[in-house]
């Protein structure tokens, strides 16, 4: 149990559906990231979130929006996806921008 | 800009052998640096870290020793198992910037 919950674990969507990724952390965090993984790809940042505000967006598509309503809660949700954002969707915390990043299981999205 | 490069695999070994992942970096200021680990299936589990020159990380019998002389944070385990069968990833952190720089990640097959 890593303290770093996520759901969906898997996802299947179609290009013109909306669907939403959850991750919930419970080790009183103060920072949140989303990172994507593809196959025999470099783990991409793609959102960071400190105090809930957004510090970083690492030119990720706008098809891609996170929200982060509090410190223990990060969405990332999806619309008009295309087949290579297929790819296990990581969520991470942190208590500090030097600290070690716990991650959760991850949602492992295909996109059809 | 940060960076971290780490052997490429894929590493084949038989169980009890010596397991040896280089790994280095570059950094604008004094990084952490950390190993983590992927088990097939799963999100990234922090392995071991180090937070200054000279210190050694270890954990399950894996080890790391922070070299800032040589920019190096190998990994290393003396007799490796079955259960070690998994992908290795070095990251560093720096400055507290809320970023984990990763390397591309080793992936490693023990053999029975």
């Known amino acids: 149990e890593t303290g770093v919950t996520q759901t969906p674990r898997h996802l299947v969507m179609g290009m013109t559906n909306k669907k939403s990724l959850k991750c919930e952390q419970h080790?009183?965090?103060?920072?949140m990231y989303w990172y994507k993984q593809s196959a025999k790809k470099p783990l991409e940042l793609m959102f960071v979130?400190?105090?809930?505000?957004?510090?970083e967006n690492n030119s990720v598509p706008s098809r891609f929006s996170p929200e982060c309503p509090n410190s223990s809660h990060l969405f990332l949700h999806l619309h008009t996806l295309q087949p290579e954002d297929s790819a296990l969707y990581l969520c991470?915390?942190?208590?500090?921008?030097?600290?070690?990043?716990?991650f959760g299981p991850g949602t492992r999205l295909t996109v059809l | 800009g940060n960076s971290v490069t780490q052997m490429e695999g894929p590493v084949t070994l038989s169980e009890e052998a010596f397991l040896t992942i280089n790994c280095t970096y570059t950094?604008?200021?004094?990084?952490?640096l950390f190993w983590y680990v992927q088990y097939p299936g799963e999100g990234l589990q922090l392995l071991l870290k180090?937070?200054?020159?000279?210190d050694k990380g270890s954990n399950k019998g894996f080890e790391a020793t922070y070299r800032k002389e040589t920019t190096s944070f190998h990994l290393e385990k003396g007799s490796v198992q079955v259960s070690d069968s998994a992908v290795y990833f070095c990251?560093?952190?720096?400055?507290?910037?809320?970023?984990?720089?990763f390397g591309a990640g080793t992936t490693v097959t023990v053999r029975a």
């Open positions: 991470a915390s942190s208590q500090g921008g030097m600290d070690e990043q716990f």
């Open positions: 080790l009183g965090h103060n920072a």
């Open positions: 979130y400190n105090f809930k505000e957004q510090t």
């Open positions: 950094a604008t200021g004094y990084p952490s």
């Open positions: 180090a937070t200054k020159a000279d």
């Open positions: 990251a560093l952190s720096d400055q507290g910037d809320y970023k984990l720089s």
